[in-house]
């Protein structure tokens, strides 16, 4: 089975740089990580950045630190709105993302292009990317599209949030998997008819 891993990230870009704000990953099981980023400045950020991401974070750091106890942070625990991320430094980002991944993992997202990038660049050059990891995310949106099916990320009071908008990719992906071998999957790509629709409390 593969070992998948759902990932959303919050950015700052302005065309030429993308720098991580904030980063999600979610296991199948609903384990995950969610970190911020330290070392950004977010005095670079964009009007809407600043109005629709950054309070979401909660408390700033002072400064950039390392958390000894990052592992605290997987949890399998049922997540709520004010989920918090921990602040921490690009350095122990990229640790606990390559520790949390494991061997060979296959990763997906939504509207994934910026996410991937912001990823990959936390261990340097594509080159730099540890052992077994693909040079590519897998777009949960492209599978919608070319399944036919009509489901938005809903925009809702825990939209731009990092942890939230994974939880939201692993439950569409999940239930995309179950509907592909029904019948009713066929004939809904037959006539063209789409579903999967959002519905009240999709990323809960």
């Keep these: 089975m593969s070992n998948v891993v759902y990932i959303d990230s919050e950015f700052i870009e302005d065309g030429t740089t993308i720098e991580i704000i904030s980063l999600a990953l979610v296991r199948p099981n609903k384990e995950y990580l969610y970190l911020a980023n330290a070392d950004c400045d977010l005095s670079r950020a964009n009007p809407w950045v600043k109005e629709n991401v950054i309070p979401k974070l909660g408390p700033l750091p002072v400064q950039p630190r390392y958390t000894e106890h990052a592992r605290q942070i997987v949890t399998t625990a049922s997540v709520s709105p004010v989920a918090l991320p921990v602040w921490c430094t690009r350095q122990e980002m990229r640790h606990l993302v390559k ?67 994974a939880l939201w990719i692993r439950q569409a992906h999940q239930e995309l998997a179950e509907l592909r071998g029904t019948a009713e999957f066929r004939f809904l790509w037959i006539s063209g008819q789409s579903r999967l629709k959002p519905q009240q409390g999709d990323a809960e």
């Design 99 to 165: 520790e949390f991944s494991g061997e060979n993992p296959e990763f997906w997202g939504y509207f994934a292009d910026y996410d991937w990038v912001a990823v990959c660049q936390l261990f340097g050059t594509m080159m730099d990317l540890p052992k077994g990891w693909p040079f590519f995310c897998m777009d949960l949106k492209q599978s919608l599209v070319e399944a036919r099916l009509d489901r938005q990320q809903p925009e809702d009071s825990n939209a731009h949030c990092a942890l939230q908008d």
